[in-house]
């Protein structure tokens, strides 16, 4: 037998290819991926119901061409009938699905079909794609009959197409890990904490096992995730590192470079509105030029994009640009061959996200990195919650055609009936959504789906708001269990909205962690790590880490202003005492200072002052909405040897992920603990988790309000050489529970 050195799905096998012609999304939109599991099993029981014994479900079958090996699972084999079928679910019109679509799925087919026949030692073979309705759960039969030798040609012709592909590949692959054995840390030695960081991390690999590690601001967490990830990455197939916001992309990256692997190839994921080039149009090949001829393109596009090795998402626009396809899905494709991918959270974690599905269906050993993990339960939360308006439904059916008028109507009376028994309350809350509004939602995906199969084209934007915002909410109906809230609010007069909120990500987390090898979360602020388990449902056997701070109290002189009330009452009243707190340490050490404050309102009233008692002051605050460039702007004038005071809101985009080093910033005061608005919704949640773990108001405010703190804290200390000063403006912060939610390295006044 040959020395088998690259293996390959079937699947795989088929996308790299038999994918021809346009890029074309006007067939949708798909089945989910659990829609499709139950469709299959479907036909799998009326097989069985049929066939008895004689029918066999999921065939593994592998093969080999040279030193390829190709394997996956069949669909179905009826024994009498030498029938092997290959299931496809779907929606809309058959007859509209892009020849692209049927000939990748005569492909993998006929792949199935030549290792059966290889595998049996059989001279003919009938091949059945079977496609079933998920409106309707009706199949359409496509039959063909082949002979084996055909198959085998066919065989011989898809597998040469892809081993030159993987030859490179397999030597690219070897070389590699020859770099990452031989990989050095990029400095000297490690800065004080952050080799028992890396330790722990690689540990955490090898004996894949998930780790949650509190490590300080500053002290270089980014490069002791990546080179310990990397030194023991040799089994793995991908490793993913994922991030909150932009900047912590950027650090990835820089961390990434300064590591300098050879052959390590790294790209960069951005979301679609982002990358794309033609918002306007759609995606189909009649529409975007970008699309048209997609596939026929891909080939060469992926190889320049790949022989760079380094695919940051301006590296790939370039090529896109060069080869005239849409950069977007260029990077979905470039997801199987690159080998870290540094992405945003959703991308692994989301109920769709591509990367945990690319790394299920393809069979992929992965290793996630987790970077600022103290923000996944609140970003997690809303990616499995709902929203649902009664305005979306009246814009969508001034735009929607006549043929889409009934489900649409039907979908408001359904609102009329919801709210006519809540006539008097302003808030409410229902224990599940009727079933008649459930009805009225399916029947209007349902529509939608079935008009654009029809049509070829796109929704009106704002009745595609209304199709998404649909199968969200009934998405999360059906799944949604204790872990839920179900509220609504009067908007305006008959105007009004539901929520279905989550308030423990847990359960639907818990399959992403335990599908990796490995799950590292790493964060400056992540205690009571307790907390962190228990709502994101991290495994039993989950390691935990306090990295101690390589910091001293004689770097950072803390104080707390007892005689400062920052609560919503005392507001107004406390700005002539912060302000002479800000100007009184601004004359004694004059450098750059942050001032951060709980909402904006608060914000530009202390602006306002700061002005009036020292006009002499140079200010710059956040606004609201800022743009990258605005927000970038914000933090370039926080210049070396410069004097001025910057002003944001804490937990906004300036508390976390900048870097002011040195006496770019000398100090901060922060005039808020962080806590969460009081308000019905934040109160129904902390309910909820009072009764799931007995430590509501915690959980709701206290906890997320101080890590915001100790996030914003910790911008001014970011290595052994810095010296700063902070104040925390409120007498709540002498209180016993809050000062022990501080980082011990602080010696506070």
């Not at 190889?303 to 301006?314: E, I, T």
Request: hydrophobic share 40%.
């Amino acid at each position: 037998m040959a020395d088998i050195g690259y293996k390959v799905s079937v699947r795989s096998l088929c996308e790299f290819a038999a994918k021809r012609g346009d890029l074309d999304l006007r067939f949708t939109p798909a089945t989910t991926a659990a829609e499709g599991v139950e469709l299959h099993q479907l036909v799998a029981r009326r097989r069985r119901a049929e066939h008895g014994d004689h029918y066999q479900a999921e065939i593994r079958l592998q093969g080999e061409f040279e030193n390829l090996r190709v394997s996956g699972r069949a669909d179905g084999w009826i024994v009498p009938t030498q029938t092997l079928e290959e299931v496809k679910s779907f929606r809309g019109r058959l007859d509209k699905m892009p020849d692209n679509h049927r000939q990748l799925h005569w492909a993998q087919l006929k792949i199935y079909g030549h290792l059966l026949c290889q595998q049996d030692q059989l001279e003919t073979i009938t091949l059945t794609l079977v496609y079933i309705d998920a409106a309707d759960n009706s199949e359409h039969l496509l039959v063909e009959h082949w002979r084996a030798e055909l198959l085998a040609a066919f065989w011989c012709d898809t597998c040469g197409a892809f081993l030159s592909w993987a030859k490179a590949e397999l030597l690219l692959r070897q070389d590699r890990d020859n770099n990452l054995r031989a990989l050095n840390f990029p400095f000297p030695d490690f800065q004080r904490g952050q080799r028992q960081l890396a330790e722990n991390i690689y540990q955490a690999i090898k004996s894949e096992r998930c780790l949650l590690a509190e490590a300080p601001t500053g002290i270089g967490k980014t490069l002791a995730s990546l080179f310990p990830v990397l030194k023991a990455g040799e089994k793995l197939d991908k490793i993913f590192y994922l991030c909150a916001k932009t900047p912590g992309r950027a650090l990835a990256l820089d961390g990434l470079a300064q590591l300098k692997v050879p052959d390590l190839k790294v790209l960069e994921l951005i979301a679609r509105d982002k990358a794309c080039e033609h918002p306007d149009l759609a995606c189909h090949g009649d529409s975007c030029p970008l699309a048209r001829g997609f596939y026929d393109r891909l080939a060469d596009a992926r190889a320049a994009a790949v022989a760079l090795r380094w695919m940051s998402a301006d590296t790939v626009k370039k090529v896109a640009a060069e080869h005239q396809i849409c950069p977007y899905y260029l990077s979905q494709e470039l997801c199987r061959w690159a080998d870290l991918v540094v992405a945003d959270y959703n991308y692994y974690f989301d109920d769709s996200a591509l990367l945990y599905g690319l790394a299920v269906s393809l069979h992929w050993r992965v290793a996630v990195l987790v970077d600022e993990a103290h923000n996944l339960i609140e970003r997690a939360r809303a990616m499995y919650s709902a929203r649902l308006a009664r305005a979306q439904s009246k814009w969508a059916l001034r735009v929607a055609p006549k043929a889409l008028h009934a489900p649409i109507k039907v979908l408001e009376k359904r609102w009329q009936a919801l709210l006519k028994g809540k006539a008097l309350a302003q808030r409410f809350t229902f224990d599940q959504l009727p079933d008649n509004f459930l009805i009225a939602l399916q029947n209007l995906i349902t529509d939608c789906s079935r008009w654009q199969a029809e049509k070829g084209q796109p929704l009106e934007p704002a009745l595609q708001e209304l199709f998404f915002a649909a199968g969200q909410c009934l998405r999360i109906a059906e799944l949604a269990d204790d872990s839920y809230i179900f509220d609504g609010e009067k908007t305006g007069r008959g105007e009004a909205e539901i929520h279905l909120r989550n308030v423990v990500p847990g359960p639907w987390l818990a399959p992403r962690f335990e599908y990796s090898v490995a799950t590292v979360l790493f964060s400056a602020t992540l205690k009571p790590l307790d907390y962190q388990c228990q709502l994101l449902g991290l495994p039993a056997d989950t390691v935990t880490l306090m990295v101690p701070s390589p910091f001293t109290a004689s770097q950072l002189r803390v104080t707390i202003c007892r005689d400062i009330s920052t609560r919503y009452q005392h507001r107004e009243t406390s700005l002539p005492l912060i302000v002479d707190k800000i100007f009184t340490q601004y004359q004694a050490e004059p450098g750059n200072y942050l001032v951060f404050l709980s909402s904006f309102d608060y914000l530009e009233k202390l602006a306002t002052a700061l002005q009036l008692a020292a006009p002499e002051l140079t200010l710059w605050q956040q606004q609201r909405g800022m743009n990258e460039t605005e927000r970038q702007a914000f933090v370039e004038n926080f210049q070396p040897q410069a004097n001025g005071i910057g002003l944001a809101v804490l937990g906004g985009a300036f508390g976390e992920g900048i870097d002011l080093t040195g006496d770019r910033l000398v100090g901060a005061f922060i005039a808020t603990l962080g806590l969460p608005q009081f308000n019905p919704v934040n109160e129904d949640v902390k309910q909820r988790l009072d009764a799931c773990f007995g430590s509501g108001y915690d959980y709701v405010y206290l906890y997320p309000g101080l890590q915001k703190v100790v996030q914003a804290a910790g911008r001014i200390i970011r290595s052994t050489k810095d010296r700063g000063v902070l104040y925390l403006l409120d007498d709540r912060f002498s209180q016993r529970k809050v000062k022990a939610l501080l980082p011990d390295w602080w010696q506070v006044n």
